[in-house]
Each structure stands twice: as structure tokens, then as C-alpha cells.
């Protein structure tokens, strides 16, 4: 009779391990998905900006050589 009682309950323990472990899976396989779509919406934000502003700087560095080359003469 305790034989018996030990084994189911070590059945059962196993089972409710078992089903832990796939909890556990699921849930990282979650989160990383998640973090995988949080990371590519910030890159796609932030390099966006990024070449915006790229953008900026060229306009502003040729500006200047187009100020410097008006402004100097030859003699």
C-alpha cells in the first residue's frame, strides 16, 4: 500500500514537472520573440533618424566649402 502511494505520487510529481518545463519553453520562447520585435521597431526608429540627421550634416559640410569657395578670391 505505501509502495503504491510513493509511486503515484512520484507519478504525479513528474507530471507537474513535466508540464512546468513546458510552461518554462513556452515562456522563453515568448519572450525572446518579443524582444526580437522590440528590437528591429527601435532600429528601424533610430536609424531612420539616423540618416535623417546624416542627411543634415552633408547639407551642412557643403554649405560650408560652398561659403568658404564664394568667399576666397585669387590673386
Known amino acids: ?10 507519478v504525479l510529481l513528474t507530471m507537474t514537472m513535466a508540464k512546468s518545463e513546458e ?10 520573440v518579443n524582444e526580437i520585435a522590440e528590437i528591429k521597431s527601435f532600429q528601424q526608429e ?16 557643403k554649405s560650408l566649402f560652398t561659403k568658404v569657395k564664394n568667399n576666397v578670391t585669387q590673386n
Open 23 to 32: 510552461t518554462i519553453d513556452v515562456k522563453v520562447k515568448n519572450y525572446v
Open 1 to 10: 500500500m505505501k509502495t503504491m502511494m510513493m509511486l503515484t505520487i512520484a
Open 46 to 61: 533610430n536609424w531612420q533618424k539616423g540618416k535623417e540627421q546624416n542627411a543634415k550634416n552633408w547639407a551642412f559640410i
